[in-house]
């Protein structure tokens, strides 16, 4: 008796786990592949899927209205990109403030949190613009409208916590995003993000200049840098020949001499964006003693000759339109070089831009963002590196403010990350990301979920004009 019960039961726990089974893939089949969810969503269409190991990669466009006020003014395709982990994981937001990468890519919150990630490309970088081109439509409200557009079409799908994040010009996009739409995002994580509040005051950047690194570093770069006026003619025949190799103009700033110039005054500003101070060995000792050559190398080296030909510039047009109107530019000075020496100074923004494109500067629009971001800042970090130019006028938060950060990792660069702190700041901030997330712990110790993958996370500083943050 015994024994028959035994079997039955058996039988009856097989007839049931058969069922199950059979229920589970019934489901499952019945489930939405996520390509068709995403494609199901009104006007998303498809560019093209790469495959990566652990991930579904999509590039994909989403139709927005040039005008978010008025949108019967016209439309034009946004691209942006899915890295897909899973639904039931969360999501972060990601922008670079500019174009936007089609090879698979993670960032650190990403890792931190082992979510998925959206990417924007940015209004008006190409292919992402409007035809005809209405440049008054490129402005901060636009853009966070975009995100929200967005935003609003994927969080069905992905129905978890979302982060935003952004690095330098995409740290301040995350941050304006919030500023317009602070109902959206769980958190945000913004990454050595200027903050350029009066546009025409920038002693912060002369104060940085004149202390980071060592004395002994500075005064490598600054005679290097003088060296390079002082050899201005031999040069900048140099140049001519370099331009001329890779059919290069200059229509936009209207001379190889202006553009000579410009490569020469960011040369000392682009070492500290890109390097770090163990970089100092590289620069050549003894400048005044030194060969054309290795002049011409360094210059080279660390900022390049090509960013300043009209072929450099004209990607970044937005990116300059929005300094010139909204975002603000720094300037500096340059007391180790003699006034003779210099016979343009360091460009405005108008400079980079063609004429034919309007520009008129607003200077409410960063001292709005200022003030919200000090008083009324959610869930945010501003991560900066110590010697990175861009840090010298940064975000801030102040009284009102609830669960808002701001670090910065010593001796970091342009390319300061949350794992570059020091170890109380890097544990503080890792466990609120996963707080925000959704993902944390309460038993373990705060680290990226993630296992850190070279190819997938490699976020290295790109090497452009340090007039471009």
């Known amino acids: 008796m015994v024994r028959k019960t035994l079997r039955w039961l058996l039988a009856l726990a097989l ?87 089609t090879a698979p890519s993670r960032r650190e919150p990403t890792r931190i949190v082992d979510g998925n990630q959206i990417s924007m490309e940015y209004r008006f970088f190409t292919p992402s613009r409007p035809a005809p081109a209405d440049w008054t439509k490129l402005d901060i409200r636009q853009a966070a409208a975009d995100q929200h557009r967005i935003f609003t079409a994927l969080k069905p799908v992905y129905d978890k916590k979302w ?45 940085h200049f004149a202390r ?91 900022g390049g000759f090509s960013f300043y030909a009209d072929q450099g510039l004209e990607p970044y047009t937005p990116y300059y339109y929005q300094a010139g109107t909204q975002l603000g530019a720094p300037a500096i000075g340059f007391p180790h070089i003699e006034r003779k020496l210099i016979r343009y100074g360091y460009l405005p923004p108008r400079d980079f831009v063609p004429r034919e494109i309007p520009m008129r500067f607003q200077p409410r629009a960063m001292h709005d963002v200022d003030t919200w971001v000090r008083h009324n800042a959610r869930h945010m970090i501003f991560v900066y590196g110590e010697n990175d130019p861009w840090g010298a006028e ?13 670090f910065t990792a010593p001796g970091a660069n342009h390319g300061a990350l949350v794992a570059g702190l020091v170890p109380t700041e890097r544990e503080l901030a890792t466990a609120r990301i996963l707080n925000w997330a959704g993902v944390a712990s309460p038993s373990a110790e705060p680290r990226p979920l993630a296992t ?10 790109e090497r452009e004009s340090a007039l471009r943050p």
Not at 452 to 461: I, K, M, R, T
Request: aromatic share 10%; glycine share 6%.
């Open 15 to 101: 007839l049931t786990g058969a069922l199950g089974t059979a229920t589970a893939r019934a489901a499952t089949a019945a489930e939405p592949d996520i390509e068709e969810r995403l494609l199901s969503i009104p006007g998303m269409s498809l560019i093209e899927e790469k495959p990566y190991p652990g991930y579904r990669f999509f590039v994909l466009a989403y139709t927005q209205p040039v005008d978010h006020r008025n949108p019967s003014a016209g439309t034009f395709q946004q691209r942006l990109t899915v890295l897909h982990r899973d639904v039931s994981r969360p999501t972060v937001f990601y922008t670079s403030g500019y174009e936007v990468s």
């Open 163 to 207: 982060l935003s994040t952004g690095v330098s010009k995409g740290g301040m996009t995350a941050t304006y995003y919030e500023r317009f739409h602070p109902r959206d995002m769980d958190g945000v994580v913004a990454y050595v993000a200027p903050n350029d509040v009066v546009n025409a005051e920038d002693s912060a950047y002369d104060r």
């Open 212 to 302: 980071v690194g060592t004395k002994a570093c500075r005064d490598r770069l600054n005679a290097v840098q003088r060296e390079a006026l002082v050899r201005r003619e031999p040069l900048k025949e140099r140049y001519a020949a370099y331009a001329a190799e890779h059919g290069y103009t200059f229509d936009t700033l209207g001379s190889l001499d202006k553009a000579y110039e410009a490569v020469v005054l960011d040369y000392v500003w682009g070492f500290w964006q890109y390097s770090l101070l163990s970089d100092c060995d590289t620069i050549p000792a003894d400048a005044a003693h030194a060969t054309d050559e290795a002049i011409w190398n360094s210059l080279g080296e660390v």
């Open 394 to 406: 940064r975000f801030r938060v102040d009284k009102g403010a609830r669960d808002a950060h701001v």
């Open 452 to 461: 850190y993958d070279a190819e997938l996370d490699a976020q290295g500083v």
